[in-house]
């Protein structure tokens, strides 16, 4: 199995930032597409940023020019630094990771969730 553990969210004042972070561990043999996805009391998870393996990035359109998203891929790590923050960034942010935990075998895990509150 892969485990993601995500850690960083929190209680932040509009206009101020956060940086989360997340870990992958178990029987990885790669990992192809890191993402982070929030889901708002009421409404559907949606996608805020993902990034492939080799860099490339794609970003929610609400939190471009915002949100920053990159990975260490020596520690399967994938952080999400979120600056001017606004309410409507509160939400509960997953972290997700698809890629082989060997030559046949792929896997698609998602994190635990993590609570980011932005007050007004």
């Known amino acids: ?8 969210g929190g209680l932040v004042q509009a206009g101020g930032s956060l940086r989360l972070s997340c870990a992958a561990s ?3 043999f790669s ?14 998870r949606e996608v805020v940023a993902v990034i492939t393996s080799g860099g490339s990035t794609n970003y929610g359109d609400s939190v471009k020019g915002r949100f920053t998203i990159s990975r260490d891929n020596a520690k399967n790590t994938v952080y999400l630094q979120m600056n001017s923050l606004k309410p409507e960034d509160t ?3 997953y972290c997700n ?8 075998r792929s896997f698609d895990s998602w994190g635990q969730g993590t609570q980011v509150t932005v007050s007004s």
């Open 31 to 44: 990992i192809n597409t890191m993402g982070w996805y929030r889901q708002a009391p009421g409404k559907q």
């Open 97 to 104: 990771a698809e890629g082989k935990r060997s030559i046949w």
């Open 1 to 8: 199995q892969v485990q993601l553990v995500e850690s960083g």
């Open 26 to 28: 178990g029987s990885i």
């Open 91 to 93: 939400g509960v942010y």
